[in-house]
């Protein structure tokens, strides 16, 4: 069963412009949440989709958005980038719905952003 | 405030040196505590879920345990190639996870 798949691995972009993150899940899982992980901060929660519905949100500005597709995969957007939102990002799928083994998540490789 | 803490932020061991590492947790309504592995330059592997205080697992040389405040990720008699960054992270009763910030473990040889 192939894992979750996250592209591209690796981007490099400047200040100011935007970028588009993709993320597929594990095939079955309806659950796509998406996280940021730096060395000072650790892994934090942007938000979280199922069935292509944002259920949660964290503590990120609006430059930060996402989206669910029916086939379950998600993109997340950065706008206007700064240097700050250099870091790792992170995508977990789960099955997502009731509770139990349902909630266990699986990661990504993750895409590594470096914005100059 | 949903928070979770690590401790120690970081540990060195002798090949074969059991310790624990720690995890204390203060959520409304947890859903769940999961521990996962983390290697640099990848995403966090899973190892466990735990639900309810009293509950234990078990894989390989690792066991989790968990109680109403805190739980703890026992590695007994460890090799070098258990050095890596462990996490824990809870679910309250929202649609989210919050992640503690790791115990980076490094087991000499």
């Known amino acids: 069963k192939a894992g979750v798949t996250q592209t591209p691995r690796y981007l490099i972009k400047t200040r100011g412009q935007q970028v588009t993150l993709s993320c597929s899940p594990i095939?079955?899982?309806?659950?796509v949440s998406w996280y940021q992980q730096t060395p000072g901060q650790g892994l934090q929660f942007l938000f979280e989709?199922?069935?292509?519905?944002?259920?949660n949100k964290g503590n990120f500005p609006g430059r930060f958005s996402g989206r669910q597709f029916s086939n379950s995969r998600s993109e997340m957007n950065v706008s206007t980038l700064e240097l700050g939102d250099s870091a790792l990002y992170l995508c977990?799928?789960?099955?997502?719905?009731?509770?139990?083994?349902?909630?266990?998540?699986?990661f990504g490789p993750g895409t590594r952003l470096t914005v100059l | 405030e949903d928070q979770v803490t690590q401790s120690p932020e970081a540990l060195r061991l002798q090949e074969g040196e059991s310790s624990s590492l720690n995890c204390s947790y203060t959520?409304?309504?947890?859903?769940?505590l999961f521990w996962y592995r983390q290697d640099p330059g990848k995403g966090p592997e899973f190892l466990f879920t735990?639900?309810?205080a009293g509950e234990e697992k078990e894989k390989e040389r690792l066991k989790a345990t968990l109680t109403k405040k805190e739980s703890f990720l026992h590695i007994t008699a460890p090799k070098p190639e258990d050095s890596a960054t462990y996490l824990c992270?809870?679910?309250?009763?929202?649609?989210?996870?919050?992640f503690g910030t790791g115990t980076r473990l490094k087991v000499l040889a």
């Open positions: 959520v409304s309504g947890l859903r769940g």
């Open positions: 735990l639900y309810s």
């Open positions: 095939s079955g899982h309806r659950s």
């Open positions: 989709y199922f069935s292509e519905t944002q259920r």
């Open positions: 992270a809870v679910r309250p009763g929202t649609y989210k996870y919050i």
């Open positions: 977990a799928s789960s099955l997502g719905s009731r509770g139990g083994s349902y909630n266990e998540q699986f």
